[in-house]
């Protein structure tokens, strides 16, 4: 079944558009994309795509669009359920900050939640593995150039606040 997103302008105003996932987007339209940050202890949950797809092989967090009609928050349940499998309340994520992209917004969220791998259930569509790296091997993965591009960034803005508690993208309502 098609997917479809409600198209943004630059200012991140619904144009009443819908676009058809998998078009390339026209030049001034957006769509909106999540991204969960999920911290256990000290150690930050990554995933690793599946070969068939974009980046295929590559490390990331959870996350992925939001559909025609959701919204951010919905989105971010939504993707976690679906390709790790854990329930998660919107008062255990806190909005961490957007990133404008090429043609789209990163709304970035953070879960703190104790997990270990066999609590989790893989989407294997999507994912092909998982595991809890520290800050060290979050910056190795990076120079061995092993996370999906823009990935290393996003978290450097954050000064990897699942370790320090500070950030710089401004906190605001769950989107």
Not at 10 to 39: D, F, S
Not at 43 to 60: D, H, I, S
Not at 149 to 158: K, N
Request: charged share 30%.
């Amino acid at each position: 079944m098609a997917e479809y997103w409600d198209v943004y302008d630059k200012n991140r105003k619904r144009t009443g558009k819908l676009h058809k996932r998998g078009i390339r987007m026209q030049p001034g339209e957006y769509n909106i994309v999540c991204e969960a940050w999920i911290v256990s202890g000290n150690r930050l949950l990554v995933t690793q795509r599946c070969k068939y797809k974009n980046f295929g092989g590559l490390w990331e967090c959870t996350g992925g669009a939001v559909k025609a009609g959701e919204s951010s928050i919905d989105c971010i349940k939504r993707e976690i359920k679906e390709e790790i499998g854990i329930d998660v309340a919107d008062e255990e994520l806190t909005f961490k900050g957007t990133k404008h992209g090429a043609a789209f917004f990163i709304d970035c969220y953070e879960l703190h939640r104790d997990l270990t791998l066999d609590d989790l259930t893989l989407q294997t569509e999507e994912v092909s593995g998982a595991k809890f790296v520290t800050l060290a091997e979050f910056e190795k993965m990076q120079k061995e150039k092993k996370l999906i591009p823009g990935l290393f960034d996003f978290m450097t803005e954050l000064e990897f606040s699942f370790v320090t508690g500070k950030t710089t993208c401004p906190k605001g309502n769950k989107k």
